[in-house]
């Protein structure tokens, strides 16, 4: 994260009007940054995982590069898009050995340990997607909110600078959501 935001801004904003050169110098620049994001999604994962950190940011990056004409606002937009992307990889993989694994069990977890995200077995990683799909229904900018910062490891301020929000705002909504999905996780459980 040496590189200036604004250099990665202005290569987003040049990707996004179609410079394909953008996208070769923006490369490198956010390459560490996905793949820390990667990591922690992938730390902890039970040994001989196949779905390994590389893997996870190289489909990211394949997914993100076929999106057309996206308008990337910032830095933070663009790795809370990544962010989510990976979620969905992530969560699919789950699914798939879910299905072939009738007896993926469910459990409770906690929102306040970011660094959870690694720990988690499939079925609870699921749960926690349903209940944030679910929440998504209820209320959107709180389901944006839980998936830019357990997700996407971004800080209250980035996540204020993504969804254009206040940080009080960011700090009262998060609380607000750990308690549903708290509450929906554990019903989810019994």
């Known amino acids: 994260m040496t590189t200036p935001t604004h250099e990665v801004t202005q290569l987003l904003v040049s990707w996004g009007n179609g410079d394909e050169a953008a996208l070769e110098q923006l490369i490198p620049l956010v390459h560490s940054e996905l793949r820390r994001i990667a990591k922690r999604y992938m730390n902890g994962e039970r040994p001989g995982h196949t779905l390994q950190t590389t893997a996870l940011v190289n489909e990211a990056y394949l997914r993100l590069v076929d999106w057309k004409n996206v308008r990337w606002e910032n830095r933070s937009h663009f790795f809370a898009v990544s962010a989510q992307m990976m979620r969905r990889i992530l969560v699919d993989f789950a699914r798939q050995r879910a299905t072939h694994k009738r007896d993926a069990g469910v459990r409770v ?7 959870d995200i690694g720990q988690m077995k499939d079925g609870s990683l699921i749960a ?9 229904t209820f209320d959107e900018r709180q389901s944006r909110i839980v998936e830019l910062r357990f997700f996407g490891g971004l800080s209250v301020e980035e996540t204020a600078e993504v969804l254009k929000i206040s940080r009080p705002t960011v700090i009262r909504e998060w609380t607000k959501a750990k308690a549903w999905l708290y509450r929906e996780l554990s019903n989810s459980d019994e």
């Not at 926690?128 to 998504?136: C, I, K, P, R, S």
């Open 109 to 115: 977890m906690t929102l306040d340990g970011v660094a």
């Open 128 to 136: 926690l997607d349903d209940a944030l799909n679910a929440l998504h």
